[in-house]
Nanobody
Framework: QVRIVESGGGLVKVGSSLTLSCAIE????????VAWFRQVPGKERELVAG????????TTADSVKGRFAISRDVSKETAYLQMNSLKPEDTARYYC????????????????WGQGTQVTVSS
């Protein structure tokens, strides 16, 4: 059974750091392109960061460039989103998504999604 479980969200103050984790079960982890998305109610989902399964390519959105970084630990079958210098506009629900052998910007419907974890940044 495929499960994607995010953790690590919470309520933090401006300038703080958080690390989100994404545990992927039931898939061959090293074949997975993993991406973090975020969504605020009433707004479109935004690709925050992605890491291609080959690890030769990663991407981060301009809005988080230099502050967020995606990584993975194949031995733990877990991907991470390190978030530094958090801002109120980073407040959103963060979703981890996985897609075997995909490009990062593949169709959203091709991704397998987790339930998300809430990040709230207070000023």
């Amino acid at each position: 059974q495929v499960r994607i479980v995010e953790s690590g969200g919470g309520l933090v103050k401006v300038g703080s750091s958080l690390t989100l984790s994404c545990a992927i079960e039931g898939l061959i982890f090293r074949r997975q392109t993993v991406a973090w998305f975020r969504q605020v109610p009433g707004k479109e989902r935004e690709l925050v960061a992605g890491l291609k399964w080959t690890e030769e390519l990663s991407t981060t959105a301009d809005s988080v460039k230099g502050r967020f970084a995606i990584s993975r630990d194949v031995s733990k079958e877990t991907a991470y989103l390190q978030m530094n210098s958090l801002k109120p506009e980073d407040t959103a629900r963060y979703y981890c998504a996985s897609c075997q052998y995909c490009d990062i910007n593949t169709r959203p419907e091709w991704y397998t999604w987790g339930q998300g974890t809430q990040v709230t940044v207070s000023s």
